[in-house]
């Protein structure tokens, strides 16, 4: 059985509609279940937004099913995606999750399905990637899949026994802020990570994915991710188009239509490709990419004022 299609949204028609047509590329789609959830508006503002996408998601067809949720009050991405994901996967037992600033490779739904069948059984992996930064795939690794024990959020999927072992309320939160040590582990999945965690504890951020990485590095697991990334974020596109901003998150997008894998078992096979995966979410990697946009942006200043 193929795992539900479970698709966020709130206010951003035309990039929504972007993805639908991605996903409709899919030669899966068509037997697919897709349920969407759409979150209330925030404000006055965004009431028409918001409007304009439950029109159109109302008329989406292509897929073996579409169910549609729409709140009422805006509950924030965070709240939307563990109820969300809750809700489908406890009917399904797994699920592929998106959201409607991603383009889809047209083998998407092959790559994430078979991912979902082959380590299903495998307990030591807790979710699957659908997007990948760009890595060098070593020669002697004849896969086409490498592991890290950081998650992604951009395209993904996981099971209903890992899903619910994620403790939401993070009853240890006490014990993390105070404990150095932990910290300092935590950040060998990125330097980002720590922090991102005791924001959400000092109610800075409201995050699900920081929840869930942690829940993740506490079992000591892995995800899957491909060497060729299935998923490309619309924002780097429309960013990159106007010049201004450098994104560090590249990626070798897949366009080979390959619809069969092979998959390494060894999760500790691949010392390099996740010494170049990590390297993306270092301090390093953020000063180096803030100071090229700032070149960027710099050089595309003296181009205007030479054509003046």
Not at 19 to 47: A, C, R
Not at 236 to 244: A, L
Not at 285 to 305: A, D, E
Request: net charge positive; charged share 25%; hydrophobic share 35%.
């Amino acid at each position: 059985m193929l795992a539900p299609i479970v698709l966020f949204a709130y206010n951003r028609l035309n990039s929504l509609e972007s993805t639908i047509n991605s996903l409709l590329k899919n030669k899966l789609s068509q037997d697919s279940e897709l349920f969407i959830f759409v979150d209330g508006p925030k404000n006055d503002e965004d009431v028409f937004n918001v409007e304009k996408v439950k029109e159109y998601v109302k008329q989406i067809n292509g897929f073996k099913n579409t169910k549609c949720f729409f709140s009422e009050k805006n509950n924030g991405l965070a709240a939307s995606i563990i109820s969300g994901v809750t809700d489908i996967i406890n009917t399904y037992d797994k699920v592929i999750v998106i959201e409607d600033d991603l383009l889809l490779s047209s083998n998407f739904l092959n790559y994430m399905n078979e991912s979902l069948c082959h380590f299903k059984n495998k307990k030591n992996i807790f979710s699957i990637s659908g997007y990948s930064v760009k890595v060098n795939k070593p020669i002697y690794d004849e896969s086409d899949i490498f592991y890290h024990r950081r998650a992604h959020s951009w395209g993904w999927g996981t099971w209903k026994d890992r899903w619910e072992t994620v403790d939401w309320e993070l009853r240890d939160s006490n014990e993390f802020i105070n404990n150095r040590y932990i910290q300092k582990k935590f950040n060998k999945l990125g330097d980002d990570m720590s922090p991102m965690l005791i924001n959400f504890i000092n109610k800075k951020i409201n995050s699900w994915y920081i929840r869930f990485c942690y829940e993740q590095f506490k079992q000591n697991k892995y995800t899957v991710y491909p060497y060729l990334s299935k998923v490309i974020n619309q924002g780097f596109i429309e960013s990159s188009t106007h010049c201004n901003v450098y994104n560090r998150f590249r990626v070798n997008f897949d366009n080979t239509n390959k619809v069969k894998y092979i998959f390494n078992n060894n999760v500790n096979s691949n010392y390099i490709t996740n010494k170049e995966f990590l390297y993306y979410f270092t301090n390093k990697s953020r000063i180096i990419g803030k100071l090229k946009t700032y070149l960027l942006k710099m050089n595309l200043i003296k181009q205007y004022n030479d054509n003046l």
